[in-house]
């Protein structure tokens, strides 16, 4: 079974505010990803990671940032929340191998009102 | 620009077999993924294909043919935990993995 965790499960906020999507896991994986996904929509790539102290942007364009200074805890931060960042965030890690699959966490389940 | 489709919903029968079609178009190929995502769920590894051939595990089988750009799933002896959506993801020559919109399939008893 997977060790990857993410919190909140659910949260409504209002437009504006800061929110942080918080990422753990602990299997040591060097890779760690952050996808958007809404109902009945493909995965998009918002942020990846490597390793520690890099990361990088995804396919999708987004208002949000990623740090990844500890190899288990990449957290997800938008500084100003808009309707439109209403979506589940899926967050995911993997092996250093080219070929290693995906462990996804639990997802958070983001509104925006 | 690189694509995966997949039919966007199946429905068979609960005992059935049924296969699900993935067809990519993507700049390189470095393998292809199945995921089984229950709804409000993540989504789970179900099998990687790398070479052309079958991978068989339990009920599930996977398919690859690179040179049509072309895979299947094929579920035997359909449950009802079955009822899923299914999706296909390949990993390009950049090792970036391209997802498709997933099928749903829906199983009736």
């Known amino acids: 079974e997977a060790d990857i965790y993410q919190t909140p499960r659910y949260l409504v906020i209002g437009t504006g505010k800061k929110i942080t999507l918080e990422c753990s896991q602990t299997?040591?994986?060097?890779?760690m990803y952050w996808y958007q996904q809404d109902p009945g929509m493909e995965l998009h790539l918002i942020h990846y990671?490597?390793?520690?102290?890099?990361?990088e942007k995804g396919d999708l364009s987004s208002e949000s940032t990623v740090s990844r200074i500890r190899t288990e805890h990449f957290p997800l931060t938008l500084e100003s929340a808009r309707p439109s960042h209403t979506s589940q965030y899926l967050c995911?890690?993997?092996?250093?191998?080219?070929?290693?699959?995906?462990?996804f966490g639990e997802g958070s389940r983001l509104t925006v009102l | 620009g690189q694509n995966i489709d997949q039919p966007t919903e199946m429905t068979a029968t609960e005992g059935a077999i049924v296969q699900i079609n993935c067809t990519y178009q993507?700049?390189?190929?470095?393998?292809l993924f199945w995921y089984q995502q229950h709804a409000g769920e993540a989504p789970t590894f179900l099998s990687y294909?790398?070479l052309d051939g079958l991978e068989e595990k339990g009920r599930f089988s996977s398919f690859l043919s690179r040179s049509k750009g072309y895979s299947y799933l094929l579920l035997k002896e359909l449950q009802m935990k079955d009822s899923a959506s299914y999706l296909c993801?390949?990993?390009?020559?950049?090792?970036?993995?391209?997802w498709g919109a997933g099928t749903k399939l829906i199983i009736k008893p």
């Open positions: 294909n790398v």
């Open positions: 993507t700049s390189g190929f470095n393998g």
């Open positions: 993801a390949v990993t390009d020559s950049n090792y970036q993995l391209i």
């Open positions: 990671s490597y390793g520690v102290n890099s990361t």
């Open positions: 299997m040591g994986h060097d890779k």
């Open positions: 995911a890690s993997s092996e250093g191998t080219e070929t290693g699959e995906l462990f």
